[in-house]
Nanobody
Framework: QVQLVESGGGLVQPGGSLRLSCAASRIIVGLYVMNWHRQAPGKQREFVASIHPSGATAYVESVKGRFTISGDNAKTVYLQMNSLKPEDTAVYYC?????????WGQGTQVTVSS
């Protein structure tokens, strides 16, 4: 079965950086629109970033200039997060979408706190 497994989350101070990874099995990442979403405590899940097979990327306004999505087009997608803020605290989820095919990872916790 398709699996997306996120890693790289943890506790970081405001202004710090983390790099999240999403390892995919049974799909070729470069054929899918790959997305990162996040869900903060008590909040709805929100879109964070996407990368298309063309290489085009998109970001939610609140992370522009701080986060970068990238991938190796085969098995792994990354989210480089810089200048982290407390409001970035959330569970971050990897998502792969191709037409009616939609897959989600289990999430990795990111906590930004002093």
């Amino acid at each position: 079965q398709v699996q997306l497994v996120e890693s790289g989350g943890g506790l970081v101070q405001p202004g710090g950086s983390l790099r999240l990874s999403c390892a995919a099995s049974r799909i070729i990442v470069g054929l899918y629109v790959m997305n990162w979403h996040r869900q903060a405590p008590g909040k709805q899940r929100e879109f964070v970033a996407s990368i298309h097979p063309s290489g085009a990327t998109a970001y939610v306004e609140s992370v522009k200039g701080r986060f970068t999505i990238s991938g190796d087009n085969a098995k792994t997608v990354y989210l480089q997060m810089n200048s982290l803020k407390p409001e970035d605290t959330a569970v971050y989820y990897c998502n792969a979408n191709l037409g009616t095919n939609d897959f989600w990872g289990q999430g990795t916790q990111v906590t930004v706190s002093s």
